[in-house]
C-alpha cells in the first residue's frame, strides 16, 4: 500500500481511529461509526495519516429516542493517492462540541458554516468567522430555525468581531463591484500596500444549495449541480456523477471516461482564457483584451461544435456522457 508523505495510509489510520467499522465498498469507500467524544482524537489520527478533508456537514437522522429530531455529523477524508475515502458518522449531542480545526485545520470553515446552519457550537473558545449570516443577525442560530421561529437567542457573540482601527481602511471587493457574477465579498484591510486581514462573506448570495440537493434524484440533481455555475459545469458535474457512481457500485466505460476527460480540458482551457481577458481588462489593457475574447469566442464555439454546447452543459450525465 502506497505510503504518504508523513508515513500514515488509510489502513494505517483505521488502525488507530476509536470507533468502528460500519460499511466499506469495493470502490474505495469506508464508513466508520464515532461516538461524539472520539472526534477530538479521530482528527488528531486523520492528520498524522496525512488524510485531505473533502467536506463535513451535518444531517437531520429522524426522530431521536425522545421524539425530537436528531442529526448525525458527516466527517468526510480523502486519501487521494489510495484513491479512497474515509466517512466518519457521530451523533450530535446537545451542548458544546469537539473543536476539530485544531487538528485539521481545514474544517474551520465546516464548523461555521454548521454553527450558523445548526447550532452546533465546537469548544475552544475560537471566534467564529460569518459565513452565510449577514452582519445584525446575532441571534440566528441556527439559520433555519432562524428562519422559521425567529432564531435562537445566543448568551454571548461567538463571531470574531468585524474591526479596522488606525490608520487602516477596508477595501471593498465584491460581490458586485465589478460585474454581477461575484458572489463573495472580500473585505481587504490593508493601509495602503500591506495586507492586514481579511474578512470573507457569502451571505449576499447564498442560495441553500446543498439544502436544495438534499431528498432529489441523482438525475435531477446533477441538472441543479451542473447549473449553479455555469462557468464549471464540467467539473461539478463530473464530480457529483463520480460521487453516486462510487455509492452506487455504478462503473464507467472507459470509452466516456475519456469523452469526460476532453470536456474537462476543453473547460479548464477556456476559463484560463477568459481570466487571461479579465486581467487585461483589469490592468487596462484594452487591445489585449480585445484579441483575447477574440480567441474566447473561438474556443466557446469549439465548444458547440464538439458537444452541442458553448458552455458544455448536458455532456456528463450519471454513468456515462
Known amino acids: 500500500?502506497?505510503?504518504?508523505?508523513?508515513?500514515?495510509?488509510?489502513?494505517?489510520?483505521?488502525?488507530?481511529?476509536?470507533?468502528?467499522?460500519?460499511?466499506?465498498?469495493?470502490?474505495?469507500?469506508?464508513?466508520?461509526?464515532?461516538?461524539?467524544?472520539?472526534?477530538?482524537?479521530?482528527?488528531?489520527?486523520?492528520?498524522?495519516?496525512?488524510?485531505?478533508?473533502?467536506?463535513?456537514?451535518?444531517?437531520?437522522?429522524?426522530?431521536?429516542?425522545?421524539?425530537?429530531?436528531?442529526?448525525?455529523?458527516?466527517?468526510?477524508?480523502?486519501?487521494?493517492?489510495?484513491?479512497?475515502?474515509?466517512?466518519?458518522?457521530?451523533?450530535?449531542?446537545?451542548?458544546?462540541?469537539?473543536?476539530?480545526?485544531?487538528?485539521?485545520?481545514?474544517?474551520?470553515?465546516?464548523?461555521?458554516?454548521?454553527?450558523?446552519?445548526?447550532?452546533?457550537?465546537?469548544?475552544?473558545?475560537?471566534?467564529?468567522?460569518?459565513?452565510?449570516?449577514?452582519?445584525?443577525?446575532?441571534?440566528?442560530?441556527?439559520?433555519?430555525?432562524?428562519?422559521?421561529?425567529?432564531?435562537?437567542?445566543?448568551?454571548?457573540?461567538?463571531?470574531?468581531?468585524?474591526?479596522?482601527?488606525?490608520?487602516?481602511?477596508?477595501?471593498?471587493v465584491g460581490p458586485v463591484r465589478g460585474v454581477g457574477q461575484e458572489s463573495l465579498y472580500m473585505g481587504l484591510v490593508t493601509t495602503g500596500e500591506e495586507l492586514l486581514d481579511v474578512y470573507l462573506a457569502w451571505f449576499h448570495k447564498h442560495r441553500g444549495i446543498e439544502q436544495q440537493l438534499a431528498g432529489m434524484e441523482p438525475e435531477h440533481a446533477l441538472f441543479l449541480v451542473e447549473r449553479c455555475e455555469g462557468l464549471g459545469a464540467v467539473g461539478n458535474a463530473l464530480a457529483f456523477a463520480r460521487a453516486v457512481e462510487t455509492a452506487s457500485d455504478t462503473q464507467v466505460e472507459a470509452a466516456c471516461e475519456r469523452t469526460r476527460s476532453v470536456a474537462l480540458e476543453l473547460e479548464r482551457m477556456y476559463n484560463h482564457v477568459a481570466a487571461t481577458a479579465a486581467l487585461c481588462q483589469s490592468t487596462g489593457l484594452g487591445v489585449g483584451q480585445a484579441q483575447v475574447e477574440m480567441l474566447l469566442e473561438e474556443w466557446l464555439r469549439l465548444n458547440a461544435a464538439a458537444f452541442g454546447h458553448r458552455y458544455l452543459f448536458n455532456v456528463v450525465t450519471i454513468g456515462g456522457v
Open 1 to 172: 500500500m502506497t505510503e504518504l508523505s508523513d508515513g500514515g495510509t488509510l489502513a494505517w489510520a483505521l488502525s488507530r481511529l476509536p470507533g468502528r467499522a460500519q460499511s466499506s465498498s469495493q470502490t474505495g469507500v469506508v464508513g466508520w461509526l464515532l461516538d461524539p467524544s472520539e472526534l477530538s482524537a479521530s482528527a488528531a489520527v486523520l492528520a498524522a495519516a496525512g488524510g485531505r478533508v473533502a467536506d463535513m456537514f451535518v444531517v437531520e437522522t429522524g426522530p431521536g429516542p425522545t421524539g425530537a429530531t436528531s442529526q448525525e455529523r458527516l466527517l468526510v477524508v480523502a486519501f487521494d493517492r489510495e484513491n479512497s475515502y474515509l466517512i466518519l458518522r457521530s451523533e450530535v449531542t446537545p451542548g458544546v462540541q469537539p473543536a476539530l480545526a485544531a487538528a485539521l485545520p481545514a474544517l474551520y470553515l465546516e464548523e461555521c458554516e454548521i454553527f450558523e446552519l445548526w447550532g452546533v457550537l465546537p469548544g475552544g473558545g475560537q471566534p467564529l468567522n460569518r459565513v452565510l449570516l449577514p452582519p445584525g443577525r446575532e441571534a440566528g442560530a441556527p439559520l433555519r430555525m432562524a428562519d422559521e421561529v425567529g432564531g435562537r437567542a445566543l448568551a454571548t457573540e461567538v463571531r470574531a468581531p468585524h474591526v479596522v482601527q488606525g490608520e487602516a481602511f477596508e477595501f471593498p
